[in-house]
């Protein structure tokens, strides 16, 4: 397995397995991450994964990088081609379009198809969420139907309310509080995606299936209700 390891000073450094974006590169990563997880190697502070790498934070006071080093490529030399990897299922409830998804009718004419088959075919995908981003909790998503792709905004929105799902490109995704923004805004989930006052705060992770489905205004409303602060 292709693997390369770049020190990040002197308490971090990349293990990077791929080169391009891709389902392949991903089962690695995620691969690698469960055993080091399961491994609890002692002076490990922190996994970051991200599209094709993932960075090891570390005490060098009580682990030895090389040492650390040689722990990680026996690990990696265990993953097999289309090893099994555990990824959970996220279903995310969108109310599309209206106050909540303004974009939508750019996202339409820039298609040319109407609202209903834009929302058909954002739902009809299954997303892997390849790494967490920008803001807390921010998703990178892979698989978006190519046939709704639309470009980013040009200037982008000052503020984009949290929840906010959208589109850039062949890329889809949700903001997870609120922030400047230059995607295009097809909807909004009533769920947070990020709880920092939780022990773990983020409603996704690197390596999660994400399915989106359509509400109504009265599920949004009732979701939102009972979305545990």
């Known amino acids: 397995m292709m693997m390369q390891i770049f020190p990040l000073g002197d308490s971090a450094f990349q293990v990077k397995l791929g080169t391009a974006i891709s389902p392949d590169t991903l089962q690695k990563i995620r691969s690698l991450m469960q055993l080091l997880e399961e491994s609890e190697i002692e002076g490990i502070t922190e996994l970051v ?4 790498d993932i960075i090891i934070h570390y005490q060098p006071l009580v682990i030895d990088f090389k040492l650390l080093v040689s722990q990680i490529k026996k690990m990696a030399a265990e ?27 750019h996202v339409c004419q820039h298609s040319g198809l109407n609202k209903e088959q834009v929302i058909n075919r ?67 989930t009533p769920l947070r995606l990020f709880k920092p006052e939780k022990d773990e705060p983020f409603l996704l992770e690197a390596g999660n299936v994400l399915e989106f489905y359509p509400i109504n205004k009265d599920e949004y409303e009732r979701l939102n209700e009972h979305n545990d602060g």
């Open 122 to 188: 954002h739902c009809e995908a299954s997303y892997l969420v390849y790494m967490l981003g920008f803001t807390p909790g921010f998703c990178y998503l892979g698989g978006m139907d190519k046939a709704i792709a639309t470009p980013r905004k040009e200037v982008p929105d000052s503020k984009i309310l949290s929840g906010s799902v959208g589109i850039a490109g062949e890329q889809t995704g949700i903001y997870p509080i609120e922030s400047p923004g230059g995607w295009q805004i097809i909807g909004r």
């Open 79 to 105: 993953i097999k081609p289309n090893s099994a990897v555990d990824y959970k299922t996220v279903r995310i409830p969108v109310l599309y379009g209206e106050t909540f998804g303004k974009d939508l009718p």
């Open 49 to 52: 994964p991200s599209y094709t």
